[in-house]
């Protein structure tokens, strides 16, 4: 418990942690190891109302921000990363709808999210761009009262899968390297819109983080996010930090489950010759302090960037970039020292502490990665420009 919450946000922590540990993790297993996109963890957090996160409250949602969706996907992460990451996306692309919503745009997408009939999630990543997702080239072109798109995504988290897909694109009749950008959501049945192959990572296997191709689909104009010029905006407004929480308290969920699973082994292993406990011997009981203090220290980090964003402090910008790439480093250290501890019963093929560690290294490859949050946190603190 912490004295960081509101009461609101206790009760919904509460109910996350209860269908986690009920519905989510008996599955965890089973997601990874069939690449099993989680559908019972968003139906059941769908039934408990939480797909409306962060909907308005006037949209019938619960009006939440970012410290709310950083203790959430907190506590799905602890009990199956896949399933964090898919209702993280959702988040970050609900949030992302709901910041310049339209009269259309509230009714037809954040009300039925709040409802729990709708899943969204975001679609910024390219080949031609790579950890540079805010470059996109995804061609926008005018034709009417529609907008076609040409290009193709990749690493679509929810693939497939979500209702609606927040789609980064040029501005129409502009050249991709002006840096300019727009954002459009695009429904799930869009015409000339092909899935590519099926996801099948190292870890976070339950992502169905697809490719998807677009080849002149057709999307209606009133589905074009904010206006042209807001690009900026969204990024550093909206996407960068709903994106970095969502991460940064699925990854803290990695290195708690991990911390969980080395202090379940240090005290139940006893050996039979001398009846010593491995919780006896010193050297363990450092390492495991030190992991303890990392998954604290992480999370005070986290939840402090998540009140100052959400107060609108003007010195939380470093605090957010810095969450993400800390609870990354957290997270593969914490699995990596499970794995130490947990000796050979961790060692062996896709056990829990081995999911734990393959999921806990997409961290450093998702965008932005480890190195350019450092690197931007650094910039952030010595008043130069992110980019
Ligand atoms: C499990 C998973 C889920 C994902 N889900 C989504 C999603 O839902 N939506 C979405 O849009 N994308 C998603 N992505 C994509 C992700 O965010 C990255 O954009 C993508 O992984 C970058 O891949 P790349 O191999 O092209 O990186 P590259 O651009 O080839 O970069 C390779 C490495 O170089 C480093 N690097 C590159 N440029 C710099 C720099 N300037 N400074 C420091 N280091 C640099 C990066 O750290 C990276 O580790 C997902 C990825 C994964 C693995």
């Given at each position: 418990m912490t004295t960081a919450f509101s009461e609101a946000l206790h009760l919904i922590r509460d109910t996350a942690e209860r269908i986690?540990?009920?519905?989510?993790?008996?599955?965890?297993?089973?997601?990874?190891?069939?690449?099993?996109?989680?559908?019972?963890?968003?139906d059941a957090l769908a039934k408990a109302g939480l797909l409306g996160l962060?909907?308005?409250?006037?949209?019938?949602?619960?009006?939440?921000?970012?410290?709310?969706?950083?203790?959430?996907?907190?506590v799905i992460g602890r009990a199956c990363p896949s399933s964090a990451l898919c209702f993280g996306m959702h988040c970050v692309g609900?949030?992302?709808?709901?910041?310049?919503?339209?009269?259309?745009?509230?009714?037809?997408?954040?009300?039925?999210?709040?409802?729990?009939?709708?899943?969204?999630?975001?679609?910024?990543?390219?080949?031609?761009?790579?950890?540079?997702?805010?470059?996109?080239?995804?061609?926008?072109?005018?034709?009417?009262?529609?907008?076609?798109v040409n290009g193709t995504k990749r690493f679509v988290t929810n693939g497939g899968h979500a209702d609606s897909y927040v789609v980064s694109t040029t501005i129409p009749g502009d050249?991709?390297?002006?840096?300019?950008?727009?954002?459009?959501?695009?429904?799930?049945?869009?015409?000339?819109?092909?899935?590519?192959?099926?996801?099948?990572?190292?870890?976070m296997r339950g992502n169905s983080a697809r490719g998807?191709?677009?080849?002149?689909?057709?999307?209606?104009?009133?589905?074009?996010?904010g206006e042209q010029g807001d690009q900026v905006w969204y990024v550093f407004e909206v996407v960068a930090p709903y994106f970095l929480m969502a991460m940064a308290g699925t990854y803290l969920g990695i290195a708690q489950a991990a911390l969980d699973a080395a202090g379940e082994h240090l005290r139940s292993r006893r050996y039979a010759h001398s009846g010593e406990s491995l919780r006896d011997v010193e050297i363990l009981q450092a390492r495991?302090?030190?992991?303890w203090m990392a998954v604290e220290k992480?999370?005070?980090?986290?939840?402090?960037?998540?009140?100052?964003?959400?107060?609108?402090?003007?010195?939380?910008?470093?605090?957010?970039l810095a969450c993400k790439a800390e609870a990354g480093d957290t997270a593969v250290y914490l699995a990596n020292e499970a794995m130490t501890i947990c000796g050979g019963a961790a060692y062996r093929e896709n056990s829990h502490?081995?999911?734990?560690?393959?999921?806990?290294?997409?961290?450093?490859?998702?965008?932005?990665?480890?190195?350019?949050?450092?690197?931007?946190?650094?910039?952030?603190?010595?008043?130069?420009?992110?980019?």
């Amino acid at each position: 418990m912490t004295t960081a919450f509101s009461e609101a946000l206790h009760l919904i922590r509460d109910t996350a942690e209860r269908i986690a540990e009920q519905e989510i993790a008996p599955l965890a297993e089973r997601v990874d190891l069939e690449c099993l996109w989680p559908g019972h963890a968003l139906d059941a957090l769908a039934k408990a109302g939480l797909l409306g996160l962060q909907v308005p409250k006037a949209l019938g949602g619960h009006g939440q921000g970012l410290l709310a969706l950083s203790a959430v996907a907190e506590v799905i992460g602890r009990a199956c990363p896949s399933s964090a990451l898919c209702f993280g996306m959702h988040c970050v692309g609900t949030a992302v709808i709901a910041a310049k919503a339209t009269k259309y745009q509230q009714e037809h997408y954040l009300r039925p999210i709040a409802q729990g009939r709708h899943v969204t999630t975001l679609a910024l990543s390219e080949s031609g761009n790579g950890a540079h997702f805010y470059l996109p080239q995804t061609a926008l072109a005018v034709d009417g009262e529609h907008f076609r798109v040409n290009g193709t995504k990749r690493f679509v988290t929810n693939g497939g899968h979500a209702d609606s897909y927040v789609v980064s694109t040029t501005i129409p009749g502009d050249a991709a390297e002006s840096g300019d950008f727009s954002c459009l959501i695009v429904d799930r049945d869009t015409e000339d819109m092909t899935w590519l192959e099926a996801w099948s990572g190292f870890g976070m296997r339950g992502n169905s983080a697809r490719g998807v191709q677009f080849d002149g689909a057709r999307v209606p104009r009133h589905n074009l996010l904010g206006e042209q010029g807001d690009q900026v905006w969204y990024v550093f407004e909206v996407v960068a930090p709903y994106f970095l929480m969502a991460m940064a308290g699925t990854y803290l969920g990695i290195a708690q489950a991990a911390l969980d699973a080395a202090g379940e082994h240090l005290r139940s292993r006893r050996y039979a010759h001398s009846g010593e406990s491995l919780r006896d011997v010193e050297i363990l009981q450092a390492r495991y302090a030190s992991m303890w203090m990392a998954v604290e220290k992480t999370r005070a980090l986290i939840y402090d960037a998540g009140r100052r964003g959400d107060l609108g402090d003007p010195d939380a910008l470093p605090f957010i970039l810095a969450c993400k790439a800390e609870a990354g480093d957290t997270a593969v250290y914490l699995a990596n020292e499970a794995m130490t501890i947990c000796g050979g019963a961790a060692y062996r093929e896709n056990s829990h502490v081995a999911r734990l560690l393959r999921d806990a290294r997409a961290s450093h490859v998702m965008s932005p990665t480890t190195d350019m949050l450092k690197v931007w946190t650094g910039r952030a603190l010595l008043g130069l420009p992110l980019l």
